[in-house]
């Protein structure tokens, strides 16, 4: 089950109402825009209502799927410095209850798919199927998207062997799929000559192909339509705005507009209703549902990639918290490590975990804890307990050279 929040998005206008002040007292009523009232937020506002919709407060979900479907997905990402990522975000929500064969197992079994690097569930790929039919992009193609799909086309051969080997011997890793690629293709990173990945990325964005389980680290590929449940897409428009609403409903708080993101979208559209944040520039869209609502905090280690502090800009404004992944950097130019920990304390996050699973030897290496604030002795305390629960959960044994 999931704590108070998973229901219906409401969805359309509302009138004006008036403002709901400190322990319900009722204030002045809330400017609007057309008939739709403007929510005036403080930061402490915006935080909670984003550390509600992340799962993240005392209320701990207790179901992975349930948390996921919530969510609306996980970041597949490999790096497993502490842990792979999609795992931390399920143990700070579930705690140590959770067991990452819990995740391997649900996609192995096709009730979550991973779509381009995303955990979401199976049902909602009927939310994505009209944008496949529409690839590369409706309407006029910017040239990016004319580039790739010249590119499918002068290769449409190679498209159909991999079909072929699919539909006699799938599912299959990449590397048993043929390479009759007749034009490269060409990039400065490491997809450089990678036809058959760069092939089997537009095929599932066509819609053709999809990821059947994974064999360790290697996905295993198959036809789409052996992995898709066949339930009729929902029409591409439709899908969009409830993507979106459902976006916000993880999010809580969010832009209705921002930059291109290349997992997952990071801003909203039309979603919810509008809402100033008290010294932060701009409008940005609300769930109403996370307003006004009771709030108890926990501490919590996040990954790096945690949905909460992904959008960078959303975390600067709203947490004032400023926090980079450093993997890319040089060792020497990195101010709290290679893959450090954000960690949330209430409703703010405080700082920062240096730590390392060095599996050979078996320890979770605490390097450094970088303070952001002045840690009272309760939340110095319940900071070691998640680092203590961290390595438990990892059995791992904890090196504490901070």
């Known amino acids: 089950m999931l704590p108070r929040g998973e229901g219906p998005v409401r969805i359309g206008p509302v009138g004006p109402r008036r403002g709901v002040g400190p322990c319900g007292t009722v204030s002045a009523p809330l400017p609007t825009v057309g008939a739709v009232a403007v929510h005036q937020l403080s930061r402490k506002d915006a935080r909670r209502v984003a550390v509600r919709a992340q799962l993240l407060t005392a209320t701990r979900p207790t179901d992975l799927f349930d948390a996921v479907r919530h969510l609306t997905m996980l970041q ?11 795992h931390l975000v399920m143990w700070s929500r579930l705690g140590s209850s959770y ?14 798919i991973d779509l381009r690097g995303l955990a979401r569930p199976a049902d909602d790929m009927v939310l994505y199927r009209a944008e496949m039919v529409e690839w590369p992009g409706r309407g006029e193609l910017r040239d990016w998207q004319a580039d790739i799909r010249d590119w499918v086309d002068a290769n449409d051969a190679c498209r159909r062997d991999i079909l072929e080997r699919l539909r006699c011997d799938g599912p299959l890793p990449s590397s048993a799929l043929p390479d009759t690629c007749v034009l490269p293709w060409r990039s400065s990173g490491w997809t450089n000559n990678r036809n058959v990945v760069k092939m089997l990325d537009f095929m599932v964005q066509r819609g053709e192909v999809a990821v059947a389980g994974r064999d360790g680290r290697d996905r295993l590929w198959d036809l789409a339509s052996r992995v898709y449940p066949d339930d009729p897409a929902v029409p591409l428009d439709e899908a969009r705005r409830i993507r979106d609403e459902r976006r916000l409903r993880a999010l809580g708080i969010a832009r209705a507009r ?26 940005w869209r609300v769930d109403p549902y996370w307003l006004d609502q009771p709030f ?11 949905r909460l502090v992904y959008d960078r800009k959303r975390m ?7 926090y980079q992944l ?6 020497a130019k990195r101010r709290w490590g290679y893959y450090a920990l954000p960690i949330l304390s209430g409703d703010r996050l405080v700082g920062k975990v240096d730590a390392t699973a060095d599996r050979r030897a078996g320890v979770l290496r605490v390097d450094a ?7 009272s002795k309760a939340m110095t305390a319940a900071i070691d307990r998640e680092i203590d629960d961290l390595a438990r959960w990892l059995e791992l044994d904890l090196d504490l050279a901070a």
Not at 316 to 322: A, K, L, Q, R
Not at 369 to 375: A, Q, W
Request: hydrophobic residues 35%; contains cysteine; negative net charge.
């Open 76 to 86: 597949l990402d490999p790096t497993a410095a502490v842990a792979p990522s999609a």
């Open 99 to 112: 067991s990452p064969s819990e995740l391997d197992d649900a996609i192995d079994e096709q009730s979550l």
């Open 258 to 283: 921002g930059p291109d993101c290349p997992a997952d979208r990071l801003d909203v559209g039309a979603a919810g209703e509008p809402a100033e944040v008290e010294g932060v520039r701009g409008t």
């Open 296 to 306: 108890s905090g926990r501490t919590a280690l996040l990954s790096p990639l945690d």
């Open 316 to 322: 600067t404004e709203i947490f004032e918290f400023d």
């Open 326 to 331: 450093e993997m890319y950097k040089p060792a």
């Open 369 to 375: 804890v970088h303070p952001d604030v002045t840690f």
